[in-house]
């Protein structure tokens, strides 16, 4: 994680961390997003986004709904090449294909409690046969109350 001291803007020696030309980025599973001055430059990738670059003014447009990347190309060029050298000096590494989230959750509980899926897991294979007994058990005995009923 990158960021700066908040200490000056909370003692009251400073008003803001960052200057209007400094860019600030970060990356969570192949999404992105960069920050400068007022704008964000953004990207969403499936299934909850669609994969493509947009821009938008943050102070004037709080819900981000008017995409800025053609009407503000050269500084769309600009926050895209910022975002890149962001990737770039912070060994950004791309996301494999076929990576889901939900898998990789699962996969890392597995890897961190190993000896507790273990159990769990073990325990579960244990009660099995019983628990189909039971359910062999209960359908046999309904199957009968309906042909006595008869």
Do not use: C
């Not at 200490?7 to 803001?16: F, I, M």
């Not at 964000?40 to 819900?63: A, H, Y």
């Not at 898998?103 to 597995?110: A, E, H, R, Y």
Request: charged share 20%; glycine share 6%; net charge positive.
């Amino acid at each position: 994680m990158t960021g700066r001291d908040l200490t000056p803007v909370l003692l009251g020696a400073a008003e803001q961390v960052y200057n209007p030309d400094d860019a600030v980025g970060y990356e969570l599973t192949d999404h992105g997003v960069l920050f400068q001055g007022d704008y964000k430059l953004v990207i969403n990738q499936p299934p909850r986004g669609d994969g493509q670059w947009r821009l938008f003014n943050i102070v004037t447009d709080l819900g981000e709904t008017i995409d800025l990347s053609s009407s503000q190309a050269l500084r769309f060029q600009r926050m895209l090449s910022h975002y890149e050298q962001y990737r770039l000096d912070n060994k950004v590494v791309p996301v494999p294909p076929g990576y889901s989230q939900i898998k990789q959750v699962f996969f890392n509980i597995l890897l961190k409690y190993k000896d507790a899926t273990l159990v769990v897991l073990l325990t579960l294979l244990l009660l099995l046969p019983f628990y189909v007994a039971y359910r062999m058990k209960s359908r046999t005995k309904s199957q009968m109350n309906r042909k006595s009923k008869l």
